[in-house]
């Protein structure tokens, strides 16, 4: 098994265990984290988000990861989590592929990609069939995310 393979694994390990100090270790400091819902986040504000959505506990057997593959230069995963969003108590599968490139033994970019509209339908029921599919609705999601994770990194310095 590839280092890189390890790192990874440890990576998932962590946020399957809630420990967002151990994921953030396995992240290079110029870090670049990018996904439909938190896109170009760099450095800080990308260890700032695992934070926060650790805070979130969850049982470990909502999360769970697998197809992990690495090489010196890059790598990818599976991973998939389930949890209920808290604005809407609906439950939400999501089901995720992350693409990695890797500097210095640590996780230098990570790309997760997932379907939208398919989790908008899941958190918001018919008002994410109907616009989940929409640039509009997209920004929305997005702009809301951004000042959650704000006021997160507001009231914790560590992450400024």
């Known amino acids: 098994m590839h280092d890189n393979e390890k790192l990874l ?19 290079h400091a110029d870090v670049e984290f990018s996904d439909p819902v938190f ?13 926060f959505l650790c805070q979130r506990r969850a049982d470990p057997n909502d ?7 690495a090489n010196a230069q890059d ?7 389930k949890y209920t969003l808290p604005q809407t108590g609906r439950r939400v599968h999501n089901k995720i592929d992350a693409k990695f490139q890797f500097k210095d033994g640590k ?8 379907n ?7 958190a918001f029921g018919p008002v994410g069939i109907v616009f989940g599919w929409t640039p509009f609705f997209k920004s929305k999601i997005q702009k809301t995310v ?9 009231a914790n310095p560590e992450f400024r």
């Open 107 to 114: 996780i230098l970019r990570h790309n997760d990609s997932f």
């Open 75 to 81: 790598g990818s995963a599976h991973w998939e989590a």
């Open 39 to 51: 896109p170009h986040l760099k450095g800080q504000r990308a260890k700032a988000m695992w934070a």
């Open 146 to 154: 951004r000042v959650q994770l704000d006021q997160f990194i507001e």
């Open 116 to 122: 939208l509209w398919r989790w908008s339908i899941m």
């Open 9 to 27: 694994e440890q990576f998932y390990t962590a946020f399957k265990n809630s420990d967002a100090k151990a994921m953030i270790a396995c992240y």
């Open 63 to 69: 999360r769970m990861f697998d197809q992990i593959q």
